[in-house]
């Protein structure tokens, strides 16, 4: 028997969904209390303020979402993307929204792309004396500073030289690195790389410094002598493997039905037969699949929220559908259903359920979350 919904936390999506167009058999529900509350509680817990990453369309949950949310709020200082094409559509955006904050380009560019980057006000990353040579006038950078990761960035010993390039030229705004390991138990790798990036700081006073990601916001702690503080995924409300009650996934996926039908025990169910009906089914048909980024490795483990009551996902899931067993529910036609993330009964799917069904890192799931499923701002 269906219950009533008890009060949410911050908003109801199918209610809010109902409110939005017709044309919309599946979307994403971005809470903006929910952001706001972990943007708050990161920045109490580095004591200090946030530059948010909105790279990859803000971790899949659309950054014309994010993006609002990140400029009202007090401890956002700032906000950085991945590529030129990011940093230079967040920084039209934040125009719109009359928001000065900066942006910074994590990932590399090239001469090519300086001007129009430096015309919008976009921060460069700096990995080379090259570039540091050869930007414009005019530009702002910050260097990048490998203290292990070995992905981007220089060694201390060569950060020295071209970082001083940089402020002999006065484009120097800010020295940051990244932990590579913050999520281990054992925290000597990270003390010892944050030592490394500390000692070369003290030639680089007057800009800021930063190197804490979610994982060394939640485990290590406010690092002395950083301005700001660069938690990702968490921002969002996931951080696997650290347990982390206090935050609050922003987003939720739900899809509407768009067929119900009977099918008779022993009928098997979606391509390749994979699931033989034990018994006289009610089966709720879904506009959503792997076209649209719901994995089809959660086949034969993947269970949604429809109707109050947490059901299984049957047979393989398709490009485009999926099929789920909705026998004895209340449902009809047009009824939303939860993918990941809460119901109007207040239940959760959260979406380290879907990655413990699928072997793919949250990471993955959100930003693999397709552009036919519209992130929609809800409070």
């Known amino acids: ?205 007057g800009v800021l410094h930063h190197m804490g990601n979610s994982a060394a916001v939640l485990n290590l702690g406010p690092l002395p002598g950083m301005d700001l503080a660069r938690p990702g995924l968490s921002s969002y409300g996931v951080m696997p493997p650290i347990h982390t009650p206090e935050l609050i996934p922003a987003m939720t996926v739900q899809a509407r039905i768009t067929f119900l039908h009977w099918a008779k025990a022993g009928e098997r169910v979606s391509y390749n037969g994979l699931d033989t009906l034990e018994r006289d089914t009610l089966i709720a048909t879904l506009p959503i699949g792997y076209a649209d980024g719901y994995p089809r490795r959660a086949t034969g483990q993947a269970e949604v929220l429809i109707g109050g009551e947490r059901r299984r996902v049957l047979g393989r899931v398709c490009m485009d559908q999926l099929m789920v067993d909705a026998t004895g529910l209340d449902v009809t036609a047009g009824d939303w259903v939860t993918l990941w993330g809460r119901d109007e009964w207040g239940q959760e799917l959260h979406i380290s359920e879907l990655s413990r069904w699928t072997g793919q890192a949250e990471y993955e799931l959100l930003t693999q979350l397709g552009r036919r499923t519209p992130r929609i701002a809800a409070p």
């Open 1 to 205: 028997m269906r219950v009533p919904p008890p009060q949410r936390l911050y908003f109801e999506p199918a209610v809010h969904l109902r409110s939005q167009s017709a044309f919309c058999p599946h979307a994403g529900l971005i809470s903006a209390g929910a952001l706001e509350h972990n943007f708050q509680f990161l920045s109490r817990q580095a004591e200090r303020p946030l530059l948010l990453p909105v790279k990859a369309n803000a971790y899949g949950h659309g950054v014309r979402a994010v993006a609002p949310v990140a400029a009202a709020s007090a401890v956002v200082a700032g906000m950085a993307v991945a590529t030129p094409t990011e940093a230079l559509e967040l920084a039209e955006l934040l125009r719109e929204l009359n928001c000065r904050k900066p942006v910074l380009l994590f990932g590399p560019s090239f001469a090519d792309e300086w001007p129009a980057l430096v015309a919008a006000g976009v921060q460069l990353t700096v990995n080379t004396l090259a570039e540091a040579q050869a930007l414009p006038d005019g530009a702002r950078a910050q260097l990048k500073v490998n203290t292990g990761m070995n992905r981007q960035g220089l060694h201390p010993a060569q950060a020295l030289e071209v970082g001083q390039e940089l402020q002999r030229r006065g484009l120097l705004a800010g020295v940051y690195s990244h932990f590579s390991e913050a999520e281990a138990p054992d925290h000597a790798l990270s003390w010892e790389q944050f030592a490394a990036f500390q000692e070369l700081l003290k030639h680089f006073p």
